[in-house]
């Protein structure tokens, strides 16, 4: 569903316990929560033309309400983090509310990776309907890779971000996590024990274990840019998107 009118808070900062970090270990870590509220269309119309904060959904409570839900608690899992902030944003919004993104960022949750973030969006607008997508985003790697003879002799630094769009669920309750960090563990390591032509041999041997790692992953997308490839330019990449039921 795509609303025009949404009430939202952007990246809260607190410390939560949502399992294992990236030394392995059940403790308070940095998490950033970011929560959308998509009301119904037109339904800040009233609040648009009265200026009165009591016509529309107050951020102010939705933030405390977030916070104190979530703050100092222990879960374990992502997925129990963004079940307890849903209830917190349909309870708070009623009627108002069609649909409920929640986006958690876990900085320290992969070790390579500058991010890991699990995007939730929860819609009621026909039938109960949950989508998630998680994201690894910048993870650097040392690679054997290219066709010229220096590129045969040194490992070069390969940025690549990856995209793992799951099944839709039908629950409130969200289903476990497939364990991510496994799984980005397991192609580091088949990476690291690699060399590699091309980019692109490269980018869909990622896209090939990152969608047979679960039977709940649809599809992954995987973009990696190599920044010492071309002289003048930024970087020079590749980005290959395949569903799951293409690679069986």
């Not at 969608?211 to 002289?231: E, F, G, H, W, Y």
Request: charged share 20%.
């Amino acid at each position: 569903m795509s609303s025009t009118d949404v009430v939202f808070i952007d990246s809260l900062h607190l410390a939560v316990d949502v399992g294992p970090d990236w030394w392995g270990k059940a403790r308070p870590q940095p998490v950033q929560v970011s929560v959308y509220l998509h009301l119904q269309p037109s339904f800040l119309n009233t609040s648009g033309s009265s200026d009165n904060v009591l016509d529309s959904i107050h951020y102010g409570h939705l933030s405390k309400a977030v916070s104190s839900s979530i703050s100092g608690s222990s879960f374990t899992g992502v997925e129990k983090l963004v079940s307890a902030v849903n209830k917190e944003a349909f309870t708070l919004a009623g009627a108002a509310a069609a649909e409920v993104r929640v986006v958690v960022n876990l900085p320290k949750q992969i070790l390579l990776a500058d991010g890991f973030s699990v995007d939730t969006v929860t819609s009621l607008s026909d039938a109960l309907e949950s989508t998630r997508t998680v994201s690894i985003k910048d993870l650097v790697l040392p690679v054997l890779i290219g066709v010229n003879p220096p590129e045969r002799e040194a490992k070069q630094r390969v940025i690549t971000n990856i995209t793992f769009h799951e099944r839709p669920s039908s629950s409130l309750d969200q289903r476990p996590l497939p364990d991510y960090p496994a799984v980005v563990a397991a192609i580091v390591k088949d990476i690291e024990a690699s060399s590699y032509l091309t980019l692109e041999a490269f980018v869909m041997q990622i896209v090939r274990s990152g969608c047979l790692a679960s039977d709940n992953i649809d599809r992954v997308t995987v973009r990696s840019q190599k920044p010492s490839a071309v002289s003048f330019a930024h970087s020079s990449g590749v980005e290959i998107t395949r569903r799951r039921a293409e690679l069986l």
